[in-house]
């Protein structure tokens, strides 16, 4: 199975601060990454695919980055509407593995 | 529009079945992968397996023979199955779907039903 290790475990920003989550695969998964954002009771939204395709009607201060086993979210401007928690997911291969989860907070 | 629901019991008794029923609409089963997510309380999210559109199925082996998944697509109703349930199978279990990727990217959940294994 691959696993991905997802960093930080949570996270403390100003609004308007710029925040990176990484996610690291144990093998190349050649882009086949995944990003969603879940809310408190609210099921997971996909926000980017492809490791770095915006998915429609996700703001543009969210962007992904990354290639081989290396990846990255990155929140611009942070407002208060993206306190959450993150996910990555890989769909490389069978079983789908997501990372652990990066609970994001406002300072 | 596109629309998944599970429904299925808040309360399982330990070593007992778990039958859970995803019910879609706006799309068709034979056009459309459904998946099984599961979240337990406060934690991250596990892919338990999928039915694919042309009727076969895919396992996490997490679950070895435990889970069965299957679908009646004259009802646009995909069934998970998972026997002797443990404490820590308590979860959030979710349908999804992935509609506009070819890829297994989840562009649509359902609200997930909520399931608690009792001693």
């Known amino acids: 199975d691959i696993r991905m290790t997802q960093s930080p475990a949570s996270l403390s920003a100003s609004l308007g601060e710029t925040v990176n989550i990484e996610c690291l695969a144990s093998e190349d998964i050649y882009s086949d990454l995944a990003w969603y954002q879940q809310k408190p009771g609210r099921s997971p939204q996909l926000l980017i695919y492809?490791?770095?395709s915006l998915q429609n009607g996700v703001p543009s201060r969210f962007s992904g980055s990354g290639s081989g086993t290396q990846y990255s979210l990155k929140i611009n401007s942070l407002q208060s509407e993206d306190v959450a928690t993150y996910f990555c997911?890989?769909?490389?291969?069978?079983?789908?593995?997501f990372g652990s989860g990066t609970k994001l907070e406002i300072k | 529009q596109v629309q998944l629901k599970e429904t299925g019991p808040d309360l399982v008794q330990l070593t007992q079945p778990l039958s859970i029923t995803c019910t879609v609409s706006g799309f068709s089963l034979t056009t459309y992968n459904i998946h099984w997510v599961r979240q337990p309380p406060g934690e991250g999210l596990e892919w338990m397996g999928a039915m694919w559109n042309g009727g076969g199925t895919d396992y996490n082996s997490t679950f070895k023979s435990r889970l069965s998944i299957n679908r009646d697509t004259s009802k646009s109703q995909v069934f998970l199955k998972m026997n002797s349930l443990q404490t820590d199978d308590t979860a959030k279990y979710f349908c999804v779907t992935n509609y506009y990727y070819s890829g297994d990217v989840f562009d649509y959940w359902g609200q997930g039903v909520m399931v608690t294994v009792s001693s």
């Open positions: 492809n490791a770095d």
């Open positions: 997911q890989q769909y490389n291969n069978y079983p789908l593995t």
